[in-house]
Structure formats: C-alpha cells, structure tokens
C-alpha cells in the first residue's frame, strides 16, 4: 500500500495545522502510524509512534491520531513555532515492509 | 541516552559492495529491532531493512532484495548492512534506527555510487 501526505502546508506562527496521511488500501488501523520531522540538514527524529504517543522530550503541541472513515492518520501541531519547519513523514507497516508516505513540507511563516 | 552512530559510506563503482556498520549504545541492544532506512538527499525516506532481535528475521525492500543483507551482532552491539551489485540508484545517505518507543535515528552515512 502507498501513503498519502500533501506536499507542502505553511501558517503563521501560533495557529495550528494538521498534516494527513491516507492509506491507499487496507485499513488504517491495522498497523500502527509513526511520524517524524526532518529539519534541514538533520537526521529525522520521532515525533509520535504509535498513532498518538508522544516520546519523552517532544512538546504536547504535537499529537496523533488516526480516522477510519477517511483511512488516514493525522499529525497535529497547535501554537506553531519557527523551529517546527520541517519535513514530517508518516510511516507504517504493511506485513514486515516499512512504508513511508512521500513527505510534507512545513512552513512557519 | 541511545546512540547510533552509522559507518563505511564510500564512493562505489556500479556493480561493487560495501557494508555499512551501526554502532549502538545506550540501550539494550539485543532487544530491540533495528532498520535500515535511506534517502537520497532532498528526497524522501525510503525503508530498506529490518532486523528482529535475534536476528533470525529479516526482511527487505523488492529494490534491494537479494542485493542487500542485514546482520547484527549482539555481542559487539553492532547492526550491518552488506550491499553488493550496487547500482547508481542506490546513491543515498543510510540511517539506522532502532524501534520501539518511538524509532531513534542515527545520523547516517554517505553511499555514492558512480563510474
């Protein structure tokens, strides 16, 4: 299956914007949804795993969530700061093969 | 604090090998699974590998089955990548990654592949 993320979205500091992720077959919720955030010139880190945990470090303004009725998952980052441009990627399973959707770019303007 | 520190990138002719290591610390090693992920710079992440515990299981990309051979070592802490029949579009920066709680990156290693 592919996974699906629009490639780029821009806001203005403080608002908040969400990023999807659709799957292109098979349900969703049958694998667990990780999402990561590559900022220029770095290697990427984990922002949230497992649809909505967020690891030790990583601000409550990120968080994760997954919708059956549209097959996707959703990153949220509310009160935006310059520092959050980056990439992010969603990443799943199908079977023993990693899948990484395309990349979003975002912008903090 | 968990590290991962990715080496043996090299410029490669087309149709040579190469074996990227991982070194990893700061975690119990032998008891997560680990991955190979590559991306060519500008582009997007590209999962190639994973690795279980034991290393008993493993499985690959269809762009790099057959070509490629994930391994680790558990006493040395070590994840490898053994690459043969590299081809131009193998051409990327390697990161490992361990998973679980939230997958944690290395910072990658350079394969070039050109003639």
């Known amino acids: 299956f592919m996974l699906t993320q629009p490639h780029s979205v821009s806001e203005s500091p403080g608002k908040t914007i969400t990023i999807s992720c659709t799957r292109n077959?098979?349900?969703?919720?049958?694998?667990?949804v990780q999402w990561y955030q590559q900022r220029p010139g770095s290697a990427p880190t984990t922002v949230i795993y497992?649809?909505?945990?967020?690891p030790s470090g990583v601000p409550d303004r990120f968080s994760g969530s997954i919708d059956s009725s549209s097959n996707s998952a959703s990153l949220t980052i509310s009160g935006l700061k310059t520092e959050d441009e980056a990439d992010y990627f969603c990443?799943?399973?199908?079977?023993?093969?990693?899948?990484f959707g395309g990349g979003t770019k975002l912008t903090v303007l | 604090e968990v590290q991962l520190v990715e080496s043996g990138g090299d410029l490669v002719q087309p149709g040579g090998s190469l074996r990227l290591s991982c070194a990893a610390s700061?975690?119990?090693?032998?008891?997560?699974?680990m991955h190979w992920v590559r991306q060519v710079p500008g582009k997007g992440l590209v999962w190639v590998s994973r690795?279980?515990?034991?290393?008993?299981?493993?499985s690959y990309s269809d762009s790099v089955k057959g070509r490629f051979t994930i391994s680790r070592d558990n006493t040395e802490n070590t994840l490898f990548l053994q690459m043969t029949s590299l081809r131009v579009d193998d051409t990327a920066i390697y990161y490992c990654?361990?998973?679980?709680?939230?997958?944690?990156w290395g910072q990658g290693t350079l394969v070039s592949v050109s003639s």
């Open positions: 990654a361990r998973d679980g709680g939230g997958w944690a």
């Open positions: 077959s098979g349900r969703i919720a049958s694998n667990f």
């Open positions: 700061g975690f119990t090693f032998g008891s997560y699974w």
């Open positions: 690795i279980h515990p034991d290393g008993r299981r493993t």
């Open positions: 497992e649809d909505k945990r967020r």
């Open positions: 990443q799943s399973y199908d079977g023993d093969i990693g899948v």
